[in-house]
């Protein structure tokens, strides 16, 4: 039988291949197909696999949630959160932590456009890199040892992810991507638009029906703080760039992670 007749993996097929291609970009997960996958299809699978972001968000969270069971178990509840944290770093690739970094860096260093998108390019961490990401990282550790609870971080943890992810598609809708860089913000830029949006929320909609049983004023406070932050961060990127680059997403999402986490850990 000839190759082009042979049947193809249900991996290979449009859907599933987009949804695996998010999978694949968002952690360092193996899936079916991905150390052979056609890298010319990659720019019109993310674009399908957009929608699918929040989901595979929640999911990282879920997967880290059990890890902070697990170690609590063994270990005082600090401690469970700090390694629960290093263990979605580990499952993610460190992929926002590194977005924080290049960030902080970027705009923290550089005074012009030029600058500022040089830094990102640098694959060095600068000081203000490594500050951003200590405080970024030490105030989702805080958040989550402020619940006092292991189980109540493990909702936090699953919630955040899926609403950091929301913000990633959020801020695509109403930045623009830099132009002439390549990227996730060039791939789908023009593409993420509240409809994608919408059908993301949908897809992770047991999620945020949990988050409202959970702790409904909780998500309402952190969806409009995340909304206020998002109103503020299209015109600090429009100012400073003219658009927005991968680093700058990645520093959405933990943003809306930190945010949410804050929120959920407020007292009363």
């Known amino acids: 039988m000839s190759g082009t007749s042979q049947k193809t993996a249900w991996h290979d097929t449009p859907w599933p291949r987009a949804f695996l291609t998010a999978v694949q970009f968002l952690t360092r997960i193996p899936v079916p197909g991905g150390q052979t996958r056609d890298l010319s299809t990659f720019p019109e699978d993310i674009r399908r696999g957009l929608q699918f972001f929040p989901i595979i968000g929640a999911s990282i969270g879920l997967l880290s949630a059990v890890a902070l069971l697990v170690f609590d178990n063994a270990l005082p509840f600090s401690l469970a959160v700090i390694l629960a944290l290093a263990f979605e770093a580990r499952l993610t690739g460190a992929f926002h932590e590194d977005a924080v970094a290049d960030f902080c860096d970027a705009f923290g260093g550089g005074w012009t456009r030029d600058d500022v998108l040089r830094i990102l390019k640098d694959s060095r961490v600068g000081s203000y890199g490594a500050l951003g990401l200590f405080f970024a990282v030490a105030l989702r550790a805080g958040g989550l040892i402020a619940l006092a609870d292991a189980w109540h971080a493990a909702a936090a943890l699953v919630i955040a992810g899926a609403l950091g992810r929301l913000a990633i598609l959020a801020v695509m809708a109403v930045v623009p991507p830099v132009p002439a860089r390549d990227g996730l913000a060039k791939d789908v830029g023009q593409v993420a638009d509240w409809p994608t949006f919408a059908l993301s929320a949908a897809w992770c909609a047991p999620v945020l029906i949990f988050a409202l049983a959970y702790d409904a004023a909780g998500l309402l406070l952190a969806a ?34 930190i945010l949410t986490t804050l929120v959920l850990a407020r007292e009363g």
């Open 224 to 257: 409009l703080a995340i909304a206020g932050f998002i109103v503020w961060y299209r015109a600090y990127l429009l100012r400073r760039l003219g658009g927005v680059t991968g680093d700058c997403l990645g520093f959405a999402a933990y943003a809306a992670m």
